[in-house]
């Protein structure tokens, strides 16, 4: 809210003409977001949080500041109503509005000029100049936050009802829209249509002009429920709609009223006036309410003794009415403040005007314990990527409609009732669209060497609705295997590099063949597994999202149910033996079916004498002296005894062994 | 060492200094080792020594002898080095360099996390679809705070939306474990949301400390320690009046930046009904809690002007956060 600081003075008796009270203003919670300088004066924006509807006016500001500078603020005059001339008749429905008043002005000059400082002032707080009379509702909108709506009473057929709408009642408003109502909308109607949109806007047809010579001015409290409804409703916010729907002070629409009669008169004749007012019993809910605040809240809960006559005080100064007794603070809360339900609220008021500043910091680095951690399941896992030359990534959770209908069921798909556009619009039900499109997003730009990775959560939809949330570790490779390498030392990467990233940070991991993951395709996929439970799947992407992604390098993707992983816990040493080890290479020639796993796996399970470690260390494929279909294959083994040295007949016998096995399971032909 | 044996030393010291080439070298290793060298010299006249003081004599010549043949053999080695190219030239470039890094996000949040810890704040996580009793309700949001509006709040269906702050972690931790709790919550959250300074996903912390005797002073002793400690280096910051519908009194945190006040975090005292609505007793126990916005701190600390840069994740810029945890 903007507003001139000379004239915020003027409410504040005795202060210093250069005082300026912007670190005041901030430090009581109004926070003035810029300061410009305007000739002799200064505009301020206060940047008012939404509880705070008793500061949306000079006054209202003003009562904050006289807390701090204890002076009481000095009300404006306004004209007071003691006897009703005439009663115009008012039909008004109490839920709408509970307090109500009209005054009408017969033979009004309207064309006179505004005085040039409500012009001025209204310019300064960043509202338009309109006509004299609306200037004059206006300026005391600001003044005291009561919002008014003048009509003409020329154009208003007949009495005034505060009334809901009709369905399809219709108005054509000030903002030259055509406004369709439905009943569920309050409005200030006349004997034959709406005139107005309560508190939010009013129609063309009674607005009124400088030619207008006899005008109804309204000043009222409308229930603030009701208002925002209707600005939601139809998206129409206006400097009414915004203070009422935040709460105006229910008790001042007549001495409002009172005030604009004040500055009216001042600048003219004014003869014939008529005024009526109604309201509830009971106005609103909170006035009059009485809080009592136990003697030794404000110091449990801000850490310091405050006196008695501090707190006393800065109640009263705004707009409180409190009462210390043996119980506590009796504190009767003023019509004014909405936002004050209770005692926590009434400590906040006394610790804002004692400065939040000025309370000593105590650092409590007491831990209690008693919960386990749950949000480092990632940490060690995206550590050792790092490390292995990954780039970390964040993707947004959601993903462009359509993007995952290749791979995930429609049914299991969660999409967003009301996305911020369609290529966010759903909520991905696995990683590789993120790690993909990112992939994409670097090729475009010529980053065509890649390693990342991304630790987020997957969503899927269960037939119940519910949607279940999963932790994947999910990443991709691709390009070459350092920029930073020499010509002849530049190798492009290859699934086997992501093989051994993965095996480098969960060694006890195993790949198998055989996954059954849609958009990993067929020619390279593999499952991975720990502890014969799956863990993960990788491999490369399969072709149709090569395209849907427009992506023309190779890429490797891998992806880690990091909820299934167990990391290895418990972990005995075994002895190491000091006996000398023997090296062995057995090259074979064997069908092309024949899998890595399958020998390897045959040779383990035999479990050989002495043999301690097997590994295929070579592979040639269709060399000329090959037979087409077979494939050469060296494999290591490795031989230690732990309580002697071998000696090369022990070695040689258990080869043999081996030899026959490999011969015997897979036709292999050994060769020399 | 006898004072003679540590003068010899730094002779032939200063002498290797001068040889450049082998054949220098070798000169000296005659003058010192060869058939009428010092050393040898030294030992002949061994038999002229007293008889008790002999055995020691003969210690420090070997242990002198051994001193200077290592001294001789030292420089012939660099000598030859030299010679012989097989100087490595170290300037060639690293093999196998690795870029890896660590998202922005993932070091700021892991940044407040160990400062946090330090302070006796455990770390919860929480699932992103929440309800409406979670994200809002137990909260004190009421229905009509601007935060329940469709333009907030992303909806997944009727009942479940995308949790618009982690403070839904924090009900769901009082709720299963009571008072007193010390917890802190980072996690993704998502708002309504798109232009360059506000994104429909972003990071946010929330602490929240839950014991007896907790007041605004701890508040505040725990936040300025922080906001020291993480940008190390003592900050200006003040602590202003706001208001959120879960913490009463609230207060907004700013710090001075290139000579402007900056907000950086929200907090306050937690509002007496969401403890109410955890069933944790007011009477017995307070609390402060306090949010932050993870981009927005890495964006001060590291200078980042455009908040998207955060999730186009061009290599370019993730790989300028290498060895950055």
Not at chain 1, 9 to 27: A, G, R
Not at chain 1, 40 to 57: E, F, G, Q, W, Y
Not at chain 1, 648 to 664: G, P, S
Not at chain 2, 157 to 166: A, Q
Request: charged share 25%; glycine share 4%; hydrophobic share 35%.
């Amino acid at each position: 809210m903007k507003i001139s600081l000379n004239w915020l003075k003027e409410y504040i008796p005795n202060i210093k003409k250069n005082d300026i009270f912007i670190e005041e203003l901030t430090s009581l919670g109004l926070e003035v977001s810029s300061e410009v300088k305007v000739k002799k004066d200064t505009v301020i924006d206060i940047d008012m949080t939404p509880n705070r509807a008793d500061c949306l006016s000079i006054i209202g500001i003003a009562r904050d500041l006289s807390a701090i500078y204890k002076n009481k603020i000095a009300y404006p005059k306004a004209i007071k109503f003691l006897k009703l001339k005439h009663s115009n008749i008012l039909a008004i429905d109490k839920k709408i509005s509970s307090s109500y008043s009209a005054l009408i002005i017969k033979n009004i000059d309207n064309s006179l000029k505004t005085p040039f400082f409500i012009k001025n002032r209204l310019d300064m707080c960043g509202l338009k100049t309109i006509n004299f009379v609306v200037d004059v509702l206006n300026y005391v909108m600001l003044e005291n936050g009561q919002p008014m709506h003048a009509f003409d009473h020329d154009k208003f057929n007949g009495n005034i009802k505060v009334r809901f709408a009709k369905n399809n009642e219709k108005m054509t408003a000030l903002d030259g829209q055509n406004y369709t109502l439905m009943k569920d909308i309050p409005v200030i109607a006349d004997d034959k249509k709406p005139q107005a949109i309560a508190g939010v806007i009013g129609s063309e047809e009674s607005s009124v002009t400088d030619k207008t010579k006899n005008i109804i001015i309204e000043s009222a409290y409308f229930t603030p429920n009701l208002i925002r409804r209707s600005s939601k409703h139809f998206r129409l916010q206006t400097d009414a709609s915004y203070r009422f729907e935040r709460g105006v002070d229910p008790l001042i629409n007549k001495y409002a009223i009172g005030r604009v009669l004040a500055i009216l008169t001042e600048h003219t004749s004014i003869e014939d006036f008529s005024f009526n007012h109604l309201s509830a019993p009971k106005v609103a809910k909170h006035i009059n309410r009485s809080i009592l605040v136990k003697p030794n809240l404000f110091e449990s809960s801000l850490g310091i003794k405050i006196s008695d006559k501090f707190i006393l005080q800065t109640l009263s100064y705004l707009g409180f009415n409190p009462k210390k007794s043996k119980k506590g603070f009796s504190v009767t809360i003023p019509s004014h403040r909405f936002d004050i339900g209770i005692a926590q609220d009434l400590v906040e008021e006394v610790a804002r005007v004692y400065g939040y500043n000025n309370f000593k910091p105590i650092l409590a680095t007491n831990s209690l314990n008693n919960i386990k951690d749950s949000t480092n399941q990632f940490d060690g896992y995206s550590d050792l990527l790092v490390a292995r030359g990954y780039n970390e990534i964040i993707s947004f959770s959601f993903i462009p409609k359509g993007d995952q209908s290749n791979h995930v069921p429609k049914t299991k798909i969660a999409s967003l009732v009301n996305p911020i556009s369609e290529d966010k619009a759903e909520l991905r039900g696995s990683m590789i669209n993120s790690i993909l499109n990112t992939c994409a997003y670097n090729f475009s730009r010529k980053n065509n060497n890649l390693r990342i990775f991304e630790s987020g959560k997957t969503y899927i939809k269960h037939r119940d609705k519910s949607i279940i949330e999963e932790n994947i570790l999910a990443g991709a490779i691709s390009g070459i295997n350092s920029e930073s390498n020499l010509k002849n030392e530049q190798v492009k990467l290859s699934f086997f590099d992501i093989k051994g990233d993965l095996l480098s940070i969960l060694p006890d991991v195993s790949f198998e063949v055989n996954a059954d993951i849609k958009y990993i395709g067929k020619a390279c996929q593999a499952v991975i597994k720990q502890n014969n439970k799956i863990i993960g799947y990788c491999g490369e992407p399969e072709k149709s999202l090569y395209s849907q992604y427009s992506i023309k390098n190779q890429i490797f993707y891998f992806e880690l149910m990091i909820d299934k992983i167990t990391p290895i816990s418990s972990l005995k040493y075994k002895k190491i033996s000091i006996f000398p080890k023997i090296r062995r290479d057995l090259t074979i020639l064997i069908d092309d079916e024949v899998i890595a796993s399958d020998i390897i796996d045959a040779v383990q399970r035999k479990s050989f004498n002495y043999m301690i470690t097997s590994k295929i260390s070579d592979i040639f494929y269709n060399k000329s002296n090959l037979d087409i279909g077979n494939k050469s294959m060296t494999i290591e083994f490795v031989f230690q005894d732990k309580s002697s040295t071998l000696r090369d007949e022990q070695v040689n016998d258990e080869m043999e062994k081996i030899v026959l096995l490999l011969k015997n399971k897979f036709k292999a032909i050994v060769r020399s | 060492m006898p004072k003679d044996h540590t003068s010899l030393i730094s002779d032939l010291e200063e002498k290797l200094k001068e040889c450049s080439s082998s054949h220098d070298i070798a000169n000296i290793k005659s003058q010192y080792l060869g058939k009428s060298g010092i050393i040898t010299n030294k030992f002949g006249s061994l038999k002229d020594a007293a008889l008790d003081e002999r055995k020691e004599l003969g210690r420090s010549l070997n242990i002198l002898k051994t001193q200077i043949q290592n001294l001789i053999a030292a420089k012939l080695i660099e000598i030859q080095d030299v010679k012989n190219d097989n100087k490595v030239d170290i300037t060639l470039p690293g093999k196998n360099i690795s870029t890896g890094s660590k998202h922005p996000v993932s070091i700021t949040i892991n940044g407040i996390t160990s400062i946090l810890a330090k302070y006796g704040f455990t770390s919860v996580s929480g699932v992103e679809v929440e309800d409406e009793f979670h994200n809002f309700e137990a909260l004190n949001i009421p229905e009509t705070h601007p935060a329940r509006d469709m333009h907030d709040t992303f909806y997944v269906s009727d009942d479940k939306l995308l949790r618009t702050h982690t403070s839904s972690v924090q009900i769901r931790s009082m709720l299963s474990n009571k008072a007193p709790l010390k917890i802190m919550t980072p996690g993704k959250v998502y708002r309504c949301d798109s232009d360059p300074t506000h994104s429909p996903m972003f990071h946010q912390i929330e602490g929240l400390y839950i014991d007896k005797n907790v007041n605004f002073c701890h508040l505040k002793g725990v936040l300025i320690s922080f906001i020291t400690e993480f940008f190390g280096k003592d900050m200006e910051i003040r602590f202003r009046p706001s208001y959120f519908p879960f913490t009463e009194p609230s207060a907004e945190l700013d710090i001075k930046f290139k000579g402007k006040w900056l907000e950086v975090l929200g907090c306050g005292m937690v509002h007496p009904n969401v403890l109410s609505n955890v069933k944790i007793d007011t009477k017995k126990y307070s609390g402060f809690a306090f949010g932050l916005g993870i981009e927005r701190l890495a964006m001060l600390k590291y200078d980042i002007v455009d908040l998207r840069m955060f999730y186009e994740n061009d290599i370019s810029f993730l790989s300028q956060f290498k060895g950055l945890k």
